[in-house]
């Protein structure tokens, strides 16, 4: 069975929702591509396998969406320098680093 246009419409939604926001009037190529894809017609077997491929593939992007905001959320020094997680754990076990001094100025 052929899937039906708002079932289209609704699969080619989400895929431009987990993508990067760009606005409208300026898609990016993989946009373009991704609409060329679904407004071209094909027979109804391979029409039923690109809706399943896209569904997968909607599924693995909110799959890595998540992932990502897991990661930030668990592991917070991920993104620090090393200085950071120096002061970091440092106040975290109740001490202050010395301030540091340089050329004979204070940093």
Do not use: C
């Not at 396998?49 to 897991?70: D, G, N, P, S």
Request: no cysteine; hydrophobic share 30%; net charge positive.
């Amino acid at each position: 069975m052929a899937p039906s246009p708002s079932h289209l419409r609704a699969l080619y939604r989400s895929i431009l929702r987990e993508l990067p926001h760009r606005p409208l009037s300026a898609p990016s190529p993989i946009q373009q591509r991704i609409r060329t894809s679904f407004s071209t017609t094909s027979s109804q077997d391979s029409a039923t396998l690109q809706v399943e491929q896209a569904e997968q593939y909607i599924q693995f992007m909110k799959a890595q969406r998540m992932y990502a905001t897991l990661l930030e959320r668990y592991n917070p020094g991920m993104s620090m320098d090393e200085e950071e997680k120096v002061k970091l754990t440092a106040r975290r076990v109740g001490m202050d680093l010395p301030e540091e001094w340089q050329s004979g100025r204070k940093t």
